[in-house]
């Protein structure tokens, strides 16, 4: 078990920080912690005056830059814009249990924006990342699959929990195969994942008549830890001594909560050939590649 603390973050004075999402719940405790260690830290959030606000209750320096998940178009106008080099980016946006709904590009709104969308915004910024690219993953992952035949819930009859499940476990499945190709390619980047547990955040709100599998709000709220216990999964994977491929969650029972440390994952999200495949089909679908040729000659 670790102890691991917000006190423990390393000083991060002239380092870049860049969280998806970090206006809100897990993401703005992780920007906050990160902003008060000293980074400078960019909130890449889809509504700039939510962003604004959570930016103004935060001590340091903190940007706030638009960032819709769910259009690829904007995806690369926030990469064109974000010209300066990245120390640290932080995949952690993300939608949960809606109803059926879809991206600007036509994908399942959960996969194409937990995953397809992540996966356009790490490899258009790769090129300009120096450290480590943590993305937010969820023990939801192991009711997940990947079901290659519709992917983007086309033909099937949509299961919004089946659909988010899907989409966390293409998160570690890109994990992996991000760590593997950084690996071949020489470069000193490494790719982690987190969990937060249970965290009452805006996410964990009600989404139409149900909250995971039925269990209500109240009842959430009696065993989720607030945003910033729930963050610190995310701010390990980002600054402890950890390998390539790693992934944290809370050290508490069933990892509900607790000090973070290293946890385990299911079988189908160490499926190498799996998270290749993934991998060009993610390509095929978003039209961003890895950028091999950029990594070999930095």
Known sequence: MTTFAVS???PMAGRTVVVTGGNSGIGRGAARAFAASGARVV??????EKGREAAAAMTGDVQVRRLDLADLAAIRAFADDLTEPVDVLVNNAGVMIPPLSRTADGFELQFGTNHLGHFALTNLLLPRI???VVTVASAAHRSGSIDFDDLNWERRRYRAMRAYGQSKLANLLFTSELQRRLTEAGSPV??????PGIAATSLMRPTGRWTLRGIGEAAVGLVAQDEDGGALPTLY??????????????GGMFERGGPPRLVGRSAKARDAEVARRLWTVSEQLTGVTFPRAALQTA
Do not use: C, K
């Open 8 to 10: 423990d973050i390393p």
């Open 190 to 195: 490494i790719a982690t994942a987190a969990h």
């Open 237 to 250: 994977a980002a600054v402890a001594d950890v390998p390539g491929d790693s992934y944290a969650g809370p």
């Open 130 to 132: 120096r450290e480590r």
């Open 43 to 48: 909130l890449a959030v889809r509504s700039t």
